[in-house]
């Protein structure tokens, strides 16, 4: 179940301070994913100087698409090589483009070499999104490349000691000779959640099982599942591309989805070799999977598409912010901890959202929190609305892990970061043109990516991309 909508967010926005009062900030950004280089550039708007550091070789976060996957393919060896992309070959979006932008840099068709000019482009097209971003509003300067945050903490009044390194260091040496320590004003956390892989370990013999397991996150291409028995876990975007995907190869492909309508489970229809199925009941060392709708399958491989762990391994911040049962906080509307805003905000937590234009509204929140011009609440009220909010999902009967799940409120949400801020909230074609794609999802799951019905939508997007495009 989703959670509730909060009551505040009905409130109206603080005063806005004077602007002779604003100041300028040193501000670290951890990541230079998409909401890195989006946070980059509204703070360098707002006046503040920024540092990015990223540890891959390019911008572009998970959007950096690498072949290789990690030495553990269940990524839970602590010890692993890790790698950062959980991006498959096959990968498109599952959003049309024009949703998809942050509002004055559209996310358009464009000419040249390797551009993929399809409305639901593939991962490729979305990095070159970002690249040309980046670009164009010259981030590339103040971003530090193959360079790990490996301490962010509170230092001396209100300071933050960031501690970086080169991100080939060997981990092994003790001493920190390579790395170098820097003082910041404000730090805002950008490195993503899709890294550290969620399993699903409480399902009875799975850690016992002696067949093949692995996470999504390290999934690339489906040769590897050739002519065997394959069962999947899990009922998200990843899951269902995932499925389809190896399903090309595989013998078979038993897909287990807890929140499937019990009329849904058998054969999945225009499938020959799939089927949907309840909760698995149990495992066994001889290759059985016990469902439970009382079926049975012997399996060769169990992928899990069971989700991440959000993780801040640098972050130290005297136990003012945690991770518990995948909820981040304390955090005031996702963004900042109230003992520490506006100095230490997160980018990028809320899920099931379109997550371009958030980034732009949440740091242009926080960027106008730091330089004054946008006045947060007290402490107090800040921590009082944000225990308002976790009560309320615990009424509602919402689990912890879906303190971030936005899917039934993001636009509310997104209108009330753009309140605060003083500017237009969501255009009305972007909601409609994302329930439009949702229903279309719905109804033609094999082909919505090629199929639609909504040109009137596209058209309306247009003419607001012409007020800013050259």
């Given at each position: 179940?989703?959670?509730?909508?909060?009551?505040?967010?009905?409130?109206?926005?603080?005063?806005?301070?004077?602007?002779?009062?604003?100041?300028?900030?040193?501000?670290?950004?951890?990541?230079?994913?998409?909401?890195?280089?989006?946070?980059?550039?509204?703070?360098?708007?707002?006046?503040?100087?920024?540092?990015?550091?990223?540890?891959?070789?390019?911008?572009?976060?998970?959007?950096?698409?690498?072949?290789?996957?990690?030495?553990?393919?269940?990524?839970?060896?602590?010890?692993?090589?890790?790698?950062?992309?959980?991006?498959?070959?096959?990968?498109?979006?599952?959003?049309?483009?024009?949703?998809?932008?942050?509002?004055?840099?559209?996310?358009?068709?464009?000419?040249?070499?390797?551009?993929?000019?399809?409305?639901?482009?593939?991962?490729?097209?979305?990095?070159?999104?970002?690249?040309?971003f980046?670009?164009?509003?010259?981030?590339g300067?103040v971003?530090?490349?193959?360079?790990?945050?490996?301490?962010?903490?509170?230092?001396?009044?209100?300071?933050?000691?960031?501690?970086?390194?080169?991100?080939?260091?060997?981990?092994?040496r003790?001493?920190?000779?390579?790395?170098?320590?820097?003082?910041?004003?404000?730090?805002?956390?950008?490195?993503?959640?899709?890294?550290?892989?969620?399993?699903?370990?409480?399902?009875p013999g799975?850690?016992?099982?002696?067949?093949?397991?692995?996470?999504?996150?390290?999934?690339?291409?489906?040769?590897?599942?050739?002519?065997?028995?394959?069962?999947?876990?899990?009922?998200?975007?990843?899951?269902?591309?995932?499925?389809?995907?190896?399903?090309?190869?595989?013998?078979?492909?038993?897909?287990?989805?807890?929140?499937?309508?019990?009329n849904?489970?058998?054969?999945?229809?225009?499938?020959?070799?799939?089927?949907?199925?309840?909760?698995?009941?149990?495992?066994?060392?001889?290759?059985?999977?016990?469902?439970?709708?009382?079926?049975?399958?012997?399996?060769?491989?169990?992928?899990?598409?069971?989700?991440?762990?959000?993780?801040?391994?640098?972050?130290?911040?005297?136990g003012?912010?945690?991770?518990?049962?995948n909820?981040?906080?304390?955090?005031?509307?996702h963004?900042?901890?109230?003992?520490?805003?506006?100095?230490?905000?997160?980018?990028g937590?809320?899920?099931?959202?379109?997550?371009?234009?958030?980034?732009?509204?949440?740091?242009?929140?926080?960027?106008?929190?730091?330089?004054?011009?946008?006045?947060?609440?007290?402490?107090?009220?800040?921590?009082?609305?944000?225990?308002?909010?976790?009560s309320?999902?615990?009424?509602?009967?919402?689990?912890?892990?879906?303190?971030?799940?936005?899917?039934?409120?993001?636009w509310?949400?997104?209108?009330?970061?753009?309140?605060?801020?003083?500017?237009?909230?969501?255009?009305?074609?972007?909601?409609?043109?994302?329930?439009?794609?949702?229903?279309?999802?719905?109804?033609?799951?094999?082909?919505?990516?090629?199929?639609?019905?909504?040109?009137?939508?596209?058209?309306?997007?247009?003419?607001?991309?012409?007020?800013?495009?050259?």
């Amino acid at each position: 179940m989703p959670p509730p909508i909060n009551s505040i967010l009905r409130q109206p926005p603080p005063p806005l301070p004077l602007m002779s009062s604003l100041t300028t900030r040193h501000v670290a950004v951890i990541g230079a994913g998409a909401a890195g280089l989006i946070a980059a550039r509204e703070l360098r708007r707002e006046g503040h100087h920024v540092v990015v550091f990223e540890r891959g070789e390019q911008v572009g976060g998970t959007w950096v698409y690498t072949p290789e996957s990690e030495s553990d393919p269940l990524g839970v060896d602590p010890k692993r090589r890790v790698v950062h992309s959980s991006l498959y070959d096959s990968l498109r979006t599952n959003l049309p483009r024009e949703c998809m932008g942050v509002r004055d840099y559209p996310f358009e068709r464009r000419e040249g070499k390797d551009r993929d000019p399809r409305r639901f482009p593939g991962h490729r097209e979305v990095l070159m999104y970002l690249q040309d971003f980046a670009a164009d509003f010259g981030i590339g300067e103040v971003v530090r490349l193959q360079t790990e945050v490996v301490i962010a903490g509170l230092g001396e009044e209100g300071k933050w000691r960031v501690r970086s390194r080169p991100s080939n260091h060997n981990r092994m040496r003790s001493d920190d000779c390579d790395c170098v320590d820097e003082i910041y004003d404000a730090v805002v956390v950008c490195n993503g959640h899709y890294v550290q892989p969620r399993i699903a370990d409480n399902i009875p013999g799975i850690t016992a099982w002696r067949g093949k397991q692995m996470h999504s996150h390290n999934y690339r291409t489906p040769e590897p599942f050739q002519d065997q028995v394959i069962v999947l876990i899990g009922g998200a975007a990843s899951a269902v591309d995932i499925s389809r995907d190896i399903a090309t190869v595989a013998k078979e492909v038993h897909i287990v989805d807890r929140s499937l309508n019990e009329n849904a489970i058998g054969k999945l229809p225009g499938h020959d070799n799939m089927w949907l199925h309840s909760m698995i009941d149990s495992v066994h060392q001889d290759g059985r999977v016990i469902f439970k709708d009382g079926d049975t399958v012997g399996a060769e491989i169990i992928v899990h598409c069971t989700g991440y762990k959000y993780d801040f391994p640098f972050l130290e911040t005297n136990g003012e912010v945690s991770v518990d049962e995948n909820r981040v906080g304390p955090l005031y509307k996702h963004v900042f901890p109230p003992a520490l805003a506006p100095w230490l905000s997160f980018v990028g937590l809320p899920w099931k959202v379109v997550p371009f234009p958030m980034f732009e509204l949440q740091t242009k929140w926080i960027a106008g929190a730091l330089s004054n011009r946008l006045a947060l609440p007290s402490k107090e009220e800040m921590t009082q609305d944000t225990e308002a909010f976790y009560s309320s999902l615990e009424a509602s009967g919402t689990p912890k892990r879906y303190t971030h799940n936005m899917a039934n409120y993001q636009w509310d949400y997104d209108n009330w970061i753009a309140d605060q801020c003083g500017i237009p909230g969501i255009e009305e074609w972007r909601v409609e043109m994302y329930k439009f794609a949702s229903k279309n999802k719905r109804l033609r799951p094999e082909s919505y990516r090629d199929e639609w019905d909504d040109d009137e939508l596209v058209l309306e997007a247009q003419r607001d991309f012409s007020k800013y495009l050259n």
